[in-house]
């Protein structure tokens, strides 16, 4: 046994629990929280949205965190494996997160990319006084028609910054859990928040920033009453925590046995909200000031996405005394942001392969990353980037992220029944005890608000052609790609799993059966387990 | 700003902040068990 455990790899783990919560914050905080969270509250009425957003995250955002922390902890794997060892049944759902997840990066990446040239920009105002607008869509992204067919043509200023962003990302992820995305945490998610605190300081310090903080505080009680924003602050909770596709189920699938799991997921909820709430008076502070140099009102101005970041801030930063160092400080924020949120992507699919092949860390990250990587350049640094990022990034929150969300509670709550089970493998090590509340949230609550969500976003895209792309363009890129992703996931789970993968040959998981006494693994339990181990295991 | 507003956004910070920190609270009450790792299987 001794032999067996030292022949094979152990597992890779965090260094502890708090590189763990600081990485899972890390993934957790992303674009999303910084330029998402702020309008969202601010169209779904303001202060008054602090009420069904609380809710969401309390009834919907938690317990999913919780979920998928009891999945990757009890069963020990990445995505694939840890539902294949659930139950044969499910691995495709594993398989499904992963293509989600390389899906995800591809654009993601170039995000940072796009987010990185704009810290340099800001520093020198390079776009230019009152040409925000032209400067980012036409002269940056040379953004080009969707008439002539998806473009091949390379535009240097984006994708150079692209393949430097692989590459940080790749060296990060070549150096393993501990060393690579452990560490990058500890740096980045420290300095991300001085940074943004800082950012948040100054601007309140903005001539009209009380007026942005009145628009985005101020309570519209009627909003209350509408479903479409229950809906939403469900929606933004759910994407905001990036529960449900994978990353939470690798990410605690590194935590050392003995882990207080609820305790871990509600700083990890609770340090994602304290976030958006932080990012939503900076932004709105910033927004009041450009309304008040234009001459309008926050309404006027109010934006979210790339048209907050890309054309709104730097409008003020052209506008703001020391405008500059507000454009270094949102966009640097930006970047770090947006980076341990990709590494945490990314570590669904090389973890999921690591387990698949029995490779060790760094010749799966080249080959998982790299392939990626060229994907990415290939489509988002031509001139119809643009538009194959909206695309896909819509389809693939409702039909990917949220679909597999949907399914995976249903299958795991309804036809496996593994809720008690789960809830009792995390309240074995847990300060945060789960009962039967916690099995009611995930088990009906969580299916009947996705699957409301989901017919809403079937229906939103089949009534018109989504932003009145091409047809064809949304049969590649929009349907095309989210069915592709379910074929190819059950594809994948059709190769067969060598000798050498995780789900044949895993020592650690053996003992780590046997110790907490659960039934022998039906995979793994065929090696050299001492007699008297594997019936304490079944007794 | 309105009364309203201020009052809001003071609930807002209580509410998210003071969540986050009753969290960090209870789980250094609960520091991280010692892993006696690897767990002799037995017969060690």
């Known amino acids: 046994m001794a032999n067996a455990t030292t022949q094979t790899k152990r597992r890779e783990a965090f260094g502890s629990r708090n590189v763990f919560i600081l990485s899972a914050i890390g993934s957790a905080v992303g674009l999303g929280n910084i330029w998402r969270f702020p309008y969202v509250a601010y169209e779904g ?48 759902l594993g398989w499904w997160q992963v293509l989600i997840c390389v899906v995800i990066a591809t654009y993601y990446a170039v995000i940072i990319a796009w987010a990185a040239m704009y810290t340099w920009f800001s520093a020198q105002i390079t776009w230019g006084k009152g040409n925000e607008q032209n400067y980012f ?52 998610m420290p300095l991300l928040t001085l940074m943004f605190a800082t950012l948040v300081v100054q601007a309140l310090f903005l001539p009209g920033a ?22 939403s602050a469900y929606g933004h909770i759910f994407f905001s925590l990036s529960v449900a596709f994978g990353i939470m189920v690798t990410y605690s699938s590194y935590l050392k046995r003995k882990t207080d799991l609820t305790g871990s997921g509600l700083v990890v909820g609770f340090a994602n909200s304290g976030f958006e709430i932080l990012a939503g008076i900076g932004v709105f502070a910033a927004l009041g000031f450009m309304a008040q140099a234009q001459g309008t009102d926050v309404s006027g101005v109010a934006a979210s996405g790339i048209g907050l970041a890309f054309v709104a ?21 930006l970047v770090f942001a947006g980076v341990t949120s990709l590494i945490s992507v990314l570590e669904v699919v090389v973890a999921a392969l690591q387990d698949k092949l029995g490779w060790g860390r760094v010749r799966t990250t080249l080959v998982v990353a790299i392939p990626v990587a060229l994907i990415s350049i290939a489509f988002f640094s031509t001139t119809t ?53 916690w099995m009611l949230l995930v088990g009906a609550l969580a299916p009947i608000v996705l699957g409301y969500l989901f017919v809403s976003e079937v ?24 069915i592709a992703l379910i074929v190819f996931a059950i594809l994948l789970t059709l190769l067969p799993w060598s000798r050498r993968s995780h789900a044949k040959l895993d020592p650690e998981y053996d003992e780590f059966l046997v110790t907490e006494r659960y039934e022998p693994d039906a995979e793994t339990g065929t090696i050299a387990l001492h007699d008297d181990a594997a019936k304490g295991a079944r007794s | 700003m309105t009364l309203t507003a201020i009052i809001m956004m003071i609930v807002a ?22 892993e006696d790792e690897p767990t002799p299987p037995v017969e060690l």
């Open chain 2, 13 to 34: 910070m209580v509410t998210v902040w003071g969540g986050l920190a009753l969290a960090i609270v209870n789980l250094a009450r609960h520091p991280e068990a010692a």
């Open chain 1, 210 to 231: 009380v007026d942005g903080l009145n628009a985005f505080f101020t309570p519209n009680w009627e909003a209350l009453a509408d479903p479409g924003v229950w809906a």
């Open chain 1, 137 to 188: 869509f036409t002269e940056f992204l040379q953004m080009g028609d969707l008439k002539k067919g998806v473009s091949l043509e390379f535009v240097p200023q984006v994708g150079i910054p692209l393949i430097g962003v692989w590459l940080v990302v790749i060296i990060i992820m070549a150096l393993g859990v501990k060393r690579g995305i452990g560490a990058a945490n500890m740096i980045l």
């Open chain 1, 45 to 92: 009425g303001g202060g008054a949205f602090l009420i069904p957003y609380l809710c969401a995250l309390l009834t919907a955002g938690i317990p999913l965190l919780f979920f998928d922390y009891a999945i990757g902890h009890r069963f020990r794997g990445s995505a694939p494996l840890a539902f294949r060892r659930m139950s044969r049944a499910a691995e495709p």
């Open chain 1, 459 to 482: 229906r939103a895209k089949i009534s018109e052609p989504y932003e009145g792309y091409p047809l064809w363009f949304l049969a590649i890129f929009g349907w095309g790609m989210v």
């Open chain 1, 313 to 333: 801030f730097p409008t003020i930063v052209s506008n703001a005394t020391g405008g500059s160092i507000i454009g270094v400080l949102f966009f640097g924020a």
């Open chain 1, 385 to 437: 980037a643009l538009q194959v990022l909206d695309a896909t990034d819509a389809f693939i929150n409702a039909f990917g992220i949220m679909a597999v969300a949907l399914v995976a509670v249903i299958v795991v709550a309804w036809l496996l029944r593994k809720l008690p089970a789960l809830r009792d493998h995390i309240n074995r090590r847990s300060s945060f005890r789960l009962g039967w509340v």
